[in-house]
T-cell receptor, first 117, second 113 residues
Framework: ELKVEQNPLFLSMQEGKNYTIYCNYSTTSDRLYWYRQDPGKSLESLFVLLSNGAVKQEGRLMASLDTKARLSTLHITAAVHDLSATYFCAVHGLLVAGGTSYGKLTFGQGTILTVHP | DVKVTQSSRYLVKRTGEKVFLECVQDMDHENMFWYRQDPGLGLRLIYFSYDVKMKEKGDIPEGYSVSREKKERFSLILESASTNQTSMYLC????????????FGPGTRLTVL
């Protein structure tokens, strides 16, 4: 059974600082997603990482994937208040139904990020 | 843009009531999903549907059932609501295939008293 562990679960940062959220998973997977969730809102897709060594960047966020270590990181550079949200990683797996395979996501616990002035 | 809508943002029910949560998507997606989200546990898959009238249990199906009579609509049913089913419920949809991205609805926060 695939298990996904995120850490830290809570992160309080000062504006301007850098930090990294870690996502470890227990079995082989071919892709990994990062999502952002604002309070009371749904999930917004940030990145999809498709291969070992993949790195993607958008603004102050950079995500990477090491499939051999079964580890993904979400690095925050020079944090700003607008980045305050909950961040989830989700690992892609397979679900078999009716003799056909379908994609299934297994989520980490989520990291609640608060950026202070 | 893909749109996934859920019938209620907030719902308060009493223990023992039958509860229906509705989800509608407008992109002709074959696959639809119901998750529940709890603090410290992330999102967990309750049920999945890959076609009309077809359903598959997820990781935590106990106490829930689903219905998919039309392609665009996927309902989650709590036959007899209990307080431990107080949670945020998120619906998602995707095209068929192993690698298609899931699109999420806004969520329904259900409180069972």
């Amino acid at each position: 059974e695939l298990k996904v562990e995120q850490n830290p679960l809570f992160l309080s940062m000062q504006e301007g600082k850098n930090y990294t959220i870690y996502c470890n998973y227990s079995t082989t997977s071919d892709r990994l997603y990062w999502y952002r969730q604002d309070p009371g809102k749904s999930l917004e897709s940030l990145f999809v990482l498709l291969s070992n060594g993949a790195v993607k960047q958008e603004g102050r966020l950079m995500a990477s994937l090491d499939t051999k270590a079964r580890l993904s990181t979400l690095h925050i550079t020079a944090a700003v208040h607008d980045l305050s949200a909950t961040y989830f990683c989700a690992v892609h797996g397979l679900l078999v139904a009716g003799g056909t395979s379908y994609g299934k996501l297994t989520f980490g616990q989520g990291t609640i990020l608060t950026v202070h002035p | 843009d893909v749109k996934v809508t859920q019938s209620s943002r907030y719902l308060v029910k009493r223990t023992g009531e039958k509860v229906f949560l509705e989800c509608v998507q407008d992109m002709d997606h074959e696959n639809m999903f119901w998750y529940r989200q709890d603090p410290g546990l992330g999102l967990r898959l309750i049920y999945f549907s890959y076609d009309v009238k077809m359903k598959e249990k997820g990781d935590i199906p106990e106490g829930y059932s689903v219905s998919r009579e039309k392609k665009e609509r996927f309902s989650l049913i709590l036959e007899s609501a209990s307080t431990n089913q107080t949670s945020m419920y998120l619906c998602a949809s995707s095209w068929t295939g192993v690698h298609n991205e899931q699109f999420f609805g806004p969520g329904t926060r259900l409180t069972v008293l």
